[in-house]
């Protein structure tokens, strides 16, 4: 009796320890951390790891995402869907992928422009091309 009592005690400090240890996941490339101003000039994007914030005119929209690709110029997501702050996430969705990289510019405002495409999972065609700038 003693021993299963160890025993479990030990798997459920191991369990802690290594739930505690989980690495932060960051952008390999640190620009992908800045705002985002859009080229159309209807908002900005924040990008983290996990999440898209929009801030468009006075709402602010979220998109949950996963992080499948993380390299220099280039992040690609799994995310869906997007949703108000002002409501609650919805339970059932699709994600469908989201790619934000870095393309050159041809604006002398914009030190780096970031074209964000989305992609139907379905197809694996682009549904939206957004632009954005970063300053």
């Not at 390999?28 to 951390?33: A, G, L, N, P, T």
Request: glycine content about 4%.
């Amino acid at each position: 009796m003693k021993k299963q009592i160890i025993s479990a005690v030990s798997i459920v400090v191991l369990g802690i320890s290594l739930s505690a240890c989980k690495k932060e996941v960051k952008f390999v490339d640190e620009i992908f951390y800045n705002p985002l101003e859009s080229l159309s000039g209807d908002g900005t994007d924040i990008l983290t790891p996990t999440r898209v914030t929009a801030y468009l005119a006075d709402n602010i929209f979220y998109e949950d995402c996963n992080l499948l690709e993380n390299r220099e110029g280039y992040i690609k997501f799994e995310c869906g869907p997007v949703y108000e702050h002002r409501e609650p996430k919805p339970k059932n969705y699709q994600m469908d992928f989201v790619v934000y990289e870095v393309v050159p510019s041809n604006f002398s405002f914009c030190k780096y422009k970031i074209r964000r495409t989305d992609i139907w999972r379905d197809t694996g065609k682009p549904s939206l091309i957004s632009s954005y700038c970063i300053k």
